[in-house]
């Protein structure tokens, strides 16, 4: 959203776009490789330490959830933007689509999604085709959030600056508690296909 406010946003946006699939595929290619090269599947079943990670990757989400609500904006106070996006304004094309890879593949919050889900592809004991099909899956379901913000740019003609900002500012507002809900479903999945995976 913030990339598209810029005054290159029409060459920052696809760069961001394209580098944040980079980013997310090459983590996900990593922790995936990493996964099975320890034996994430044992003999067709998920081998314990991957349902153990699981177990972590949840309590992790559920934290950063209650760090997320407690740090979230009260009353009418606005919330609080990271010292990058106040410079936002001057990014290049490169600078964007570095950002677009430090986002998606380095930001913590993505790390232990992309880690749970690649664990989760691996310990299907699936084969390398199969993987990898799966791991395009979750980049793709990863991207939609960014790609539609970018489409509404350049789709939605003379409309897109009021949806863009009528967007930007409502998911500004409410960053806390969106994170929040995102953590907690996404906790309580990965929580609860480790205690069912180590109860079998």
């Known amino acids: 959203m913030l990339v598209l406010a810029t005054p290159k946003a029409r060459v920052n946006g696809p760069a961001f776009l394209a580098c944040w699939i980079v980013g ?44 997320q609500w407690r740090g979230r904006p009260r009353g009418d106070a606005e919330s609080q933007l990271p010292a990058w996006m106040k410079t936002v304004d001057s990014f290049t094309p490169a600078r964007s689509a570095a950002m677009g890879v430090l986002l998606s593949a380095l930001n913590p919050k993505n790390l232990i999604l992309v880690v749970g889900a690649a664990a989760a592809i691996a310990q299907t004991g699936a084969s390398g085709g199969d993987e990898a099909a799966a791991l395009a899956v979750f980049v793709l379901l990863g991207t939609i959030g960014v790609a539609v913000p970018l489409g509404i740019y350049f789709f939605a003609g003379d409309r897109a600056t009021s949806i863009l900002g009528d967007l930007h500012h409502w998911m500004a507002r409410e960053n806390g508690t969106i994170m929040v809900v995102i953590c907690l479903v996404i906790a309580a999945k990965l929580i609860g296909d480790g205690i069912s995976a180590l109860a079998a």
Do not use: N, Q
């Open 24 to 67: 997310l595929g090459a983590a996900g290619t990593v922790v995936l490789l990493l996964a099975g090269g320890a034996g994430a599947s044992e003999s067709g079943s998920p081998a314990d330490w991957v349902s153990i990670l699981k177990l972590g990757l949840g309590a992790l989400l559920v934290l950063l959830a209650v760090r």
